[in-house]
């Protein structure tokens, strides 16, 4: 699925918590060198921006943000832009209708906060066709 296989994988992070987006950022590039993060955003109108200037191939979004929530930002993103690019969806809700609106929506994975890092790196290299098998569902809590 990456635009380049030999180059790593293009990654936009958005989240309006500046804590969440630092600590994520620091996990993926210490722990996930198959990855790129090559811009950050508050908000899911900056983050279409940024997908689109820097083709990116993955998408790490949280549900909940100012100006443009990631469900919406999604829908833009695959069904009026139609870009290729795997969005990953974050939350801290558990609902099972939120899971469902995500696939509809085109959303590649939900995972739910807090989640453990290893599960991020699983999930973004599965969405990403680094291995052979899809990301588990998130577990109901």
């Known amino acids: 699925m990456f635009s380049d296989p030999q180059a790593p994988a293009r990654l936009v992070l958005a989240d309006d918590d500046p804590a969440v987006r630092s600590a994520v ?3 993926i590039e210490w722990h996930c060198p198959e990855f790129v993060v090559v811009g950050e955003a508050g908000d899911g109108a900056a983050a279409l921006k940024l997908v689109e200037a820097h083709d990116a191939d993955v998408v790490l979004m949280d549900v909940r943000m100012p100006i443009l929530d990631g469900l919406t930002a999604t829908r833009i993103l695959k069904e009026e832009i139609q870009h290729r690019a795997a969005v990953v969806l974050m939350t801290s809700l558990a609902l099972h209708q939120l899971e469902e609106e995500a696939k509809t929506a085109g959303a590649a994975a939900v995972l739910r906060k807090p989640f ?14 680094l291995t052979g098998e899809p990301p588990a569902p998130a ?3």
């Open 25 to 27: 950022r620091m996990y």
């Open 116 to 129: 453990p890092l290893g599960e991020l790196r699983s999930v973004l290299r599965a969405c990403g066709g």
């Open 139 to 141: 577990a109901a809590g």
